[in-house]
């Protein structure tokens, strides 16, 4: 499908988005240890020392010591200008992003309701999730509700969001993976937690199945 053309264009989309958002917080000014970044990010603490690494060799954050044997991070002005440039390309992704998954998840959620699918489950939340609750407007299937891990207990269109854990326990015909940026992971996650393959249902190209079709 189109939306994998996506990537194509911007390998290091995922990269990009993540470094995007730490060059975001540490634009707010306040003191952040890696630590600090790791949980407002919900990055693991390893990678957010890589990412503090190269964003450090490019000349686009400094760090400066602070009490107790820590260290804080501070934008460069070159860091302004890679954060505005960061922002205005996720901003083009975006809007391609939007009108290939828009088209997209309506071709499967049609397909879907052809093959007798009337309750469905979302896994994983970004803002494709968003354009699958749009789209899922368009058909008679209801929305039985979402799972996300790093989400549970938030509201999602004034749903609940459960763990990736509890998706069994919710009476639906389909599992729809809507997550775009995280869809490896998340793939994971319902396989992990006892979903069966054929019950899971995306627009996107997973990369353990395009591995198998090598």
Known sequence: MNVQNLNKKDPGNPDSYKSLLMLDEISKGEPLSQRDLSKKLNIALGLVNSYIKNLVLKGYITIKAIPSKRYAYYLTSQGFAEKTRLTY????????????????????????????????????????????????????IKFEGVVDDNKEGKSFFKTVVMPFAEINKIDCDGIILTAFIKRDNVYEKLLENGVPREKIHTIYQIAKDEQKSD
């Open 89 to 140: 390309h996720h901003l083009q992704n975006y809007t391609n992003l939007y009108k290939n998954a828009r088209r997209d998840f309506q071709q499967l959620f049609n397909k879907l309701y052809i093959n007798g699918i009337r309750k469905v489950v979302f896994a994983g939340i970004d803002e494709a999730t968003e354009i699958a609750f749009l789209s899922l407007q368009e058909v008679d």
